[in-house]
């Protein structure tokens, strides 16, 4: 079960944590070393998270992590990210995840990740998440997945060196390799989940300033899904920026774009206002973080 600070009305109580948050351990198991196992918090509502984590395969045959289960999420999948027309895209990996001899595999933000759908219960900075990892050769492995703030960027040991010492990325090869960026002109990436519809969203550059926000929508199945219009909406209640509401723009069946301004660094509140048709419309809020 999850280590939390709180305990959720109506669900477990769960075990609390005393002090800064735990650092997972590294998991060995066979030829595979697993470390820097985490995830984010997610904000109020929200169904789905992203799981973060290295593989080290030490032996001399390929790894296939092929599926992976958490007791809190309805379903877990592995995803890829790519980029195409300038659009980020996440597609679940169908034959999973290979990591050849002597390769190190890192699943991080705006990269390859777990995606949890149908969590139980929000995550907050500080639980543990357990989560079950499924190998072709090494079968069932357990990891904890250490949840830090809403927006982190690297594990809480790590985030502060992450720039200067990153990890080494291996890209499956069916997966579309993205352009290496400064930390100034990363792309900040999010998944927004509402019943009826999925937006993956990327805000380029991730820092505050002029922005564009590239928007892909899928349905509930995850296919592509095509609306009528969507609205982006932007605030930043927190520094006292009002919220500015302006009409995306489709440059695709499935994807829109917009430009946008967001002076101040912080914290932001990104909204979606998604016309399925004119009668059906889904809203969804999430917090994004600008440098």
Known sequence: ?????????????????????????????????ITRAWSRATPGGAKV????????????????????????????????????????????????????PGQVVTLAPGGGHLM?????????????MP??????????VRVTLDVQAIGAQAPASTESTAAAAPAH???????ASVAATSDADESFFTHLHAEKAMANVTVSPGRAGPVEIA??????????????????????????VA????????????QWRVRMSAPLSGRW????DIRITPSDAVNVVSPILLR
């Open 1 to 33: 079960m999850i280590s939390s600070k709180r305990a959720f009305a109506g669900a477990i109580i769960l075990t609390c944590l005393v002090g800064s948050p735990a650092i997972a351990a590294d998991t060995t198991s066979g030829d595979l070393v």
């Open 49 to 100: 998270a992203g799981g973060y984590l290295t593989i080290e395969n030490r032996g001399h045959s390929t790894e296939r992590l092929q599926a992976a289960s958490a007791a809190h999420a309805l379903r877990t999948e592995i995803h890829e990210m790519a980029v195409n027309d300038g659009v980020m895209t996440m597609r679940p990996l169908e034959k999973g995840l290979a990591i050849a």
């Open 116 to 128: 949890f759908i149908g969590l139980d219960a929000p995550l907050h900075a500080g639980d543990q």
């Open 131 to 140: 989560v079950t990892l499924s190998f072709e050769r090494a079968g069932d």
């Open 169 to 175: 990325r291996a890209e499956p090869a069916a997966a």
């Open 215 to 240: 928007i892909q929508l899928e349905d509930a199945n995850e296919l592509p899904l095509s609306a009528d219009a969507v609205a982006v909406t932007l605030g930043n209640p927190e520094r006292g």
């Open 243 to 254: 919220p500015i509401t302006a009409n995306a723009e489709r440059v695709g069946n499935d």
């Open 269 to 272: 509140s990104l909204g979606l």
